[in-house]
């Protein structure tokens, strides 16, 4: 059967299912290739000098520039098991034995005599690895091991080794174990979900095979673009989350509409175009949509954003070029077998293909019958839950943020306790011309000198002053008594950045100076970043997705719709973050110590792919509503059809993103709690009450004029059906095979 206005999603649908063979063939050997290029390119993670940003950035640029960067530090750490004084000849034979240990390893620059904490509760010795420090992290098990050897011998007492390296390694191991439990777990539910769908094992595993070639392709190809673009951590847990969701869901959708032509009277092939012709049409707008909302991310001026921008859109791509490929050629090649093994009574319940769904007929009566008052009562709710958002504080993660299960952690609490001055501690850097050397000196003597008679600075031990060779750049390590995430932390940054720093170091003609080298530094500057291109990239997105719907619909107030119903959904999730993570009420529920602040990088994170993922049923659905309204009905018995006959395919793809979510939320790293707890919520009232109650009952209100300016909104009750070419002619070739003789 030939049909005219195909387009090229119908006519790669038909070609693939046609030739499924081939297609299947080219659909493996990409996805092998790109396993294969990712393994020999690997991936390049970020280093800290990748991360850097603002005025902490600049100080540890001038820093490198001296060869004054921050060594690869970490600490034997002896302390007595049940508190209070430490023996002191103990301490020493642990410290004496853990010193000759240690330097047998290889790797170790120095070890520096036992310094004892000025209570006498512990003891230090500082080791100092060679190498970059950036990379310590992986360099440092086998100091961990030879202390605990060391310290098998010494049972009287606690030793640790702690430090940067430590606890980096600490916690890319938990990480590790727990998204590598969250994934494991996420087939089999999602698995379980598609058996609910579909009534049939075969069926319900087409999506999550599909889903998890699209992740695997996505993650060899990350391999390649990292080398770029480096990773800074959770891209690769990015395209995991968003490849297993997406994929799942562009294939149901398809999947979904293919087997309702089939129960109709279509045969094979012609199901599968016009499955092609219409759900495929939703998946390639979604997937540009949610492409478009993740590319906004290049617009916030940190690495970080970049890397998990350019690891969604790829795995997004091929989720989209999986579903409108190889799919068709599954179901093409596959599809006798899809409803094999049938599970019993779930089957039975899925095949009511005829009937009328009365649940969701019951819950859209008040949308479609006083839309009005369901308008207000839901868009009301919605707003008070998203009030907490004008609350929300900001915070990028530093070590006091990090889970006290990590070991490293626990022993840095102590560290910090026996030794105050290990609370944080800020680097003022500084270059001068070489002939300003001698002035150099003098301005570092009076920072010091100022900074000694601070009360928010340590006074013992002094701060440490670094100079290079040449003289022209030095550091200055300024310790505090306060915690990171602390107000007087913050308010001695500010002192060093506004008043010490340029009243000393700024009377050197040409000098140039930052302070950084705290957490507390990079956070300030981190969140000062945020929310300066916030507003850029939410604003971007949103333009991007106006146009790319108005294209899409051929209708500005249904583009607009889309937009101001998104942007209701995020402030309602953004206000349940605030709500139940900057308190303390939830902490028994979902297992986490309250911070008082939500991630910095997380708002703008969430927004983007909220924007993308709430695309896949919103797309999906005003699809189903515009196609009724073309075939005949009028606006409110179209916006009933549309969205019944989508309920359950819609209920299904949000199940599996909240399910998905959900495991997130049960991690102990608090940005990745915070990620699936924020998800999960956003995508439950995205999928329940703007879906049921807010959306038809704004289409209701409307009328027509939802579809303006295309030929829609001009159309009367009293009008001549509409279809789709491609489905209008299945259905007539459908209709002329059952009256042949």
């Known amino acids: 059967?030939?049909?005219?206005?195909?387009?090229?999603?119908?006519?790669a649908a038909r070609w693939s299912a046609v030739h499924p063979w081939w297609a299947i063939a080219l659909w493996v050997a990409f996805v092998v290739a790109a396993l294969v290029v990712g393994g020999v390119t690997g991936t390049r993670q970020a280093t800290t000098s990748d991360l850097a940003i603002g005025q902490s950035g600049r100080a540890a640029a001038i820093a490198r520039s001296g060869g004054l960067q921050e060594r690869a530090v970490e600490n034997v750490l002896i302390t007595p098991w049940g508190g209070g004084r430490l023996d002191p000849v103990q301490a020493q034979s642990a410290a004496s034995d853990a010193t000759r240990d240690l330097k047998a390893l290889p790797g170790i620059s120095s070890i520096d005599a036992p310094?004892?904490?000025?209570?006498?509760?512990?003891?230090?010795?500082?080791?100092?690895?060679?190498?970059?420090?950036?990379?310590?992290?992986?360099?440092?098990?086998?100091?961990?091991?030879?202390?605990?050897?060391?310290?098998?011998?010494?049972?009287?007492?606690?030793?640790?080794?702690?430090?940067?390296?430590?606890?980096?390694?600490?916690?890319?191991?938990?990480?590790?174990?727990?998204?590598?439990?969250?994934?494991?777990?996420?087939?089999?539910?999602?698995?379980?979900?598609?058996?609910?769908?579909?009534?049939?094992?075969?069926?319900?595993?087409?999506?999550?095979?599909?889903?998890?070639?699209?992740?695997?392709?996505?993650?060899?190809?990350?391999?390649?673009?990292?080398?770029?673009?480096?990773?800074?951590?959770?891209?690769?847990?990015?395209?995991?989350?968003?490849?297993?969701?997406?994929?799942?869901?562009y294939s149901?959708?398809?999947?979904?509409?293919?087997?309702?032509?089939?129960a109709l009277g279509a045969n094979n092939i012609d199901a599968i175009e016009i499955a092609a012709a219409t759900s495929g049409h939703s998946v390639l707008v979604s997937g540009v949509v949610v492409m478009i909302s993740m590319g906004a991310l290049y617009l916030a001026g940190h690495i970080a954003f970049e890397s998990m921008a350019t690891g969604a859109v790829l795995v997004v791509a091929i989720a989209i070029t999986s579903s409108l490929t190889v799919l068709p050629a599954m179901l093409s090649r596959f599809g006798r077998y899809l409803d094999a093994p049938r599970v019993p009574l779930v089957w039975r319940l899925t095949q009511k293909g005829g009937v009328k769904p009365r649940l969701w007929s019951t819950m859209l009566k008040p949308a479609l019958r006083h839309p009005v008052i369901a308008l207000v009562v839901s868009v009301g709710a919605l707003l008070v839950l998203?009030?907490?958002?004008?609350?929300?504080?900001?915070?990028?993660?530093?070590?006091?943020?990090?889970?006290?299960?990590?070991?490293?952690?626990?022993a840095n609490e102590r560290l910090t306790h026996s030794f105050p001055s290990q609370a944080d501690t800020h680097t003022v850097a500084v270059k001068v011309p070489a002939d300003r050397t001698a002035q150099l000196g003098t301005a570092v003597e009076s920072l010091v000198e100022r900074a000694s008679q601070d009360d928010l600075f340590v006074h013992n031990p002094a701060p440490v002053v670094r100079t290079s060779p040449d003289g022209t750049v030095a550091t200055i390590a300024i310790g505090t008594h306060f915690d990171s995430g602390s107000p007087q932390a913050r308010a001695s940054l500010a002192r060093l950045r506004q008043d010490l720093a340029p009243q000393t170091l700024g009377t050197v003609a040409g000098a140039e100076f930052a302070v950084g080298g705290s957490d507390v530094a990079f956070d300030v500057d981190y969140r000062a970043n945020v929310m300066h291109k916030m507003p850029w990239v939410l604003g971007?997105?949103?333009?991007?997705?106006?146009?790319?719907?108005?294209?899409?619909?051929?209708?500005?107030?249904?583009?607009?719709?889309?937009?101001?119903?998104?942007?209701?959904?995020?402030?309602a999730s953004f206000g349940l973050l605030a709500l139940i993570f900057q308190h303390t009420w939830a902490e028994d529920l979902l297992h986490f110590e309250s911070t008082g602040r939500v991630v910095a990088w997380l708002p703008l994170m969430l927004f983007v792919i909220l924007l993308g993922l709430s695309m896949d049923y919103h797309v999906f659905v005003v699809s189903r509503i515009r196609e009724a309204a073309r075939g005949g009905l009028s606006v409110k018995e179209a916006v009933e059809q549309g969205?019944?006959?989508?309920?359950?395919?819609?209920?299904?793809?949000?199940?599996?993103?909240?399910?998905?979510?959900?495991?997130?939320?049960?991690?102990?790293?608090?940005?990745?709690?915070?990620?699936?707890?924020?998800?999960?919520?956003?995508?439950?009232?995205?999928?329940?009450?703007?879906?049921?109650?807010?959306?038809?009952?704004?289409?209701?209100?409307?009328?027509?004029?939802?579809?303006?300016?295309?030929?829609?909104?001009?159309?009367?009750?009293?009008?001549?059906?509409?279809?789709?070419?491609?489905?209008?002619?299945?259905?007539?070739?459908?209709?002329?095979?059952?009256?042949?003789?």
């Open 540 to 571: 971007v997105a949103l333009v991007l997705t106006f146009l790319v719907m108005t294209a899409a619909f051929r209708s500005v107030v249904l583009a607009l719709i889309t937009v101001v119903l998104n942007v209701l959904s995020a402030a």
């Open 252 to 262: 149901l959708f398809y999947l979904k509409r293919q087997r309702e032509e089939r």
């Open 1 to 11: 059967m030939i049909v005219e206005g195909r387009n090229v999603i119908t006519r």
């Open 386 to 410: 998203a009030l907490p958002a004008l609350g929300l504080k900001l915070k990028a993660t530093g070590i006091d943020d990090l889970p006290r299960s990590i070991p490293a952690m626990q």
């Open 115 to 249: 310094v004892p904490a000025p209570d006498g509760s512990a003891l230090l010795v500082p080791v100092t690895l060679d190498g970059d420090p950036e990379t310590s992290a992986d360099r440092v098990q086998p100091l961990i091991d030879t202390v605990a050897r060391t310290h098998a011998s010494h049972t009287e007492l606690r030793m640790e080794l702690v430090g940067a390296g430590s606890i980096k390694a600490g916690l890319n191991e938990m990480l590790s174990k727990d998204l590598g439990k969250a994934t494991v777990l996420s087939l089999p539910v999602t698995l379980l979900v598609m058996v609910f769908v579909f009534g049939a094992i075969v069926a319900a595993s087409v999506p999550v095979v599909l889903g998890l070639s699209s992740v695997l392709a996505g993650l060899g190809l990350w391999g390649v673009a990292s080398q770029l673009v480096p990773d800074p951590g959770p891209v690769t847990h990015v395209i995991v989350l968003m490849g297993m969701a997406i994929g799942v869901d």
């Open 643 to 741: 969205i019944t006959r989508t309920a359950g395919v819609v209920t299904s793809a949000a199940v599996v993103m909240v399910c998905v979510f959900a495991l997130l939320a049960s991690l102990n790293f608090i940005e990745m709690k915070q990620m699936g707890v924020g998800m999960a919520c956003a995508v439950l009232l995205d999928a329940t009450v703007i879906r049921i109650v807010v959306l038809p009952a704004v289409v209701t209100l409307l009328g027509w004029k939802t579809f303006w300016p295309s030929r829609l909104a001009r159309q009367t009750t009293t009008r001549t059906p509409r279809m789709p070419a491609i489905v209008a002619a299945a259905a007539a070739a459908s209709a002329a095979r059952t009256t042949l003789p």
